[in-house]
C-alpha cells in the first residue's frame, strides 16, 4: 500500500512539474528553462544515434536525468543526439521540429508527454516511467517522427 501511495505522488508531482512554466521550473530545479535548438542537421548519423540509444537499454529511469547512470525520456533523447550527457530540449521543442512522414534510423518518436529514438521496424528505445528501465518496446500511438 505504501508503494502505490508513494507511486501516486510521484505521478501527482511528475504532472505538475510538467505544467510549470520555464520561469518556475529554472526556480524548482535551478537550471533551465532549455534553450530551443533547431534540429541538429545532415551531419547527425541516424545509425549513431540508434548506436548510443542501444547502448543505454536497461538504465533506469530517472527524472531529470541525463546519463550515464539513468535518464528520463527527453534526457535519453538528447543523450542519442548529441553524444553528450547534456539535455538539449524537452518533448515540447521537439514537437517544434519539422515532421517527416517515412521515418529513419535515428528519427525521434515524440508526443506531447513522450519521446524515444526510432530504430526501425515499428520499434523505438525509450525511458519509459519511474520503476522501469530503458527499453525497446512499439512506437506508442499518436506519435509523430522528427528528424534531428
Not at 501516486?8 to 510538467?18: C, D, G, Q
Not at 508526443?111 to 526501425?120: F, P, T, V
Not at 518496446?137 to 528528424?147: L, P
Request: glycine letters at 12%.
Amino acid at each position: 500500500e505504501e508503494l502505490n501511495q508513494l507511486k501516486t505522488e510521484y505521478e501527482t508531482l511528475t504532472t505538475k512539474l510538467k505544467e510549470l512554466t520555464d520561469d518556475e521550473l529554472k526556480e524548482v530545479t535551478g537550471g533551465g528553462p532549455y534553450p530551443t535548438p533547431t534540429p541538429v542537421g545532415p551531419s547527425v548519423n541516424g545509425s549513431e544515434i540508434v548506436a548510443r540509444a542501444k547502448s543505454c537499454l536497461g538504465q533506469p529511469y530517472v527524472w531529470g536525468a541525463v546519463g550515464p547512470n539513468g535518464y528520463d525520456d527527453s534526457g535519453l533523447v538528447s543523450y542519442c543526439i548529441s553524444g553528450t550527457h547534456s539535455r538539449i530540449g524537452t518533448c515540447d521543442t521537439f514537437m517544434s521540429w519539422p515532421r517527416v512522414s517515412n521515418p529513419m534510423l535515428g528519427d525521434i518518436c515524440v508526443s506531447a508527454n513522450h519521446c524515444g529514438i526510432y530504430i526501425g521496424g515499428g520499434q523505438m528505445v525509450h525511458a519509459p516511467t519511474f520503476g522501469q528501465c530503458v527499453c525497446v518496446s512499439s512506437v506508442q500511438s499518436g506519435m509523430v517522427f522528427v528528424r534531428p
